[in-house]
């Protein structure tokens, strides 16, 4: 049952990058632009990109492989790639620290994909705008379908929980909720030999 809908002009999927959850505009903008090229070219996916949250001196840039793996030699040789494009291009004036890691269990989810491969997980998401009232919702993913995000969430009103369609335009922050099924599977995902550098995605 898809108890709200957006009403949004509807893009496939595939049809645009939508980057506004991978890199808000300004610098995190600009960096991707820059950057995205030769990460994808080693075969690496940028997932998120942010300046200036920690020390206010720190570009934090998520990655990962086509398959969502990332090892720590990965990060490494993402670091290398992405520092010598830096240095040559001088996106950001002053210093600052480059950290390159992968999304972490309890990831972000910024693409459309995400919320289609996580299908089954606990997530939160946070709108820009209110949709049905709510701009807080937390519940399973249920994948994407015509632009909206599906998940199913406890409503008021409602003695068993609904699937609702979140337009993905209007997301604002979404990541999964830490759990033993999300742990298992994440590290059944990275596979045996496989190590993740970060287990939380972002310190909490």
């Not at 200036?52 to 570009?59: P, S, Y």
């Amino acid at each position: 049952m898809d108890l709200v809908s957006a009403g949004l002009d509807s893009k496939a999927e595939g049809d645009v990058l939508d980057t506004h959850l991978v890199a808000p505009h300004g610098v995190p903008r600009k960096v991707f632009d820059l950057l995205r090229g030769p990460a994808e070219g080693a075969g690496f996916e940028i997932v998120r990109i942010r300046f200036g949250l920690q020390d206010g001196q720190t570009l934090q840039i998520m990655a990962e492989r086509a398959d969502g793996t990332m090892s720590v030699e990965d990060c490494e040789e993402l670091s290398r790639i992405l520092s010598a494009v830096l240095d040559v291009e001088d996106p950001i004036p002053g210093e600052y620290n480059l950290e390159v890691s992968s999304a972490g269990i309890d990831r972000p989810l910024t693409r459309m994909k995400d919320f289609d491969r996580w299908q089954g997980f606990d997530a939160k998401i946070e709108l820009s705008e209110a949709v049905g009232g709510r701009k807080r919702f937390r519940g399973l993913l249920q994948g994407v379908e015509d632009g909206e995000i599906l998940v199913e969430s406890e409503v008021e009103g409602f003695s068993e929980p609904q699937v609702l369609g979140l337009p993905f335009q209007k997301v604002s922050e979404a990541k999964l909720v830490m759990s033993d099924d999300l742990i298992r599977e994440s590290l059944k995902r990275q596979g045996p030999a496989t190590e993740t550098p970060d287990a939380s995605s972002d310190g909490e």
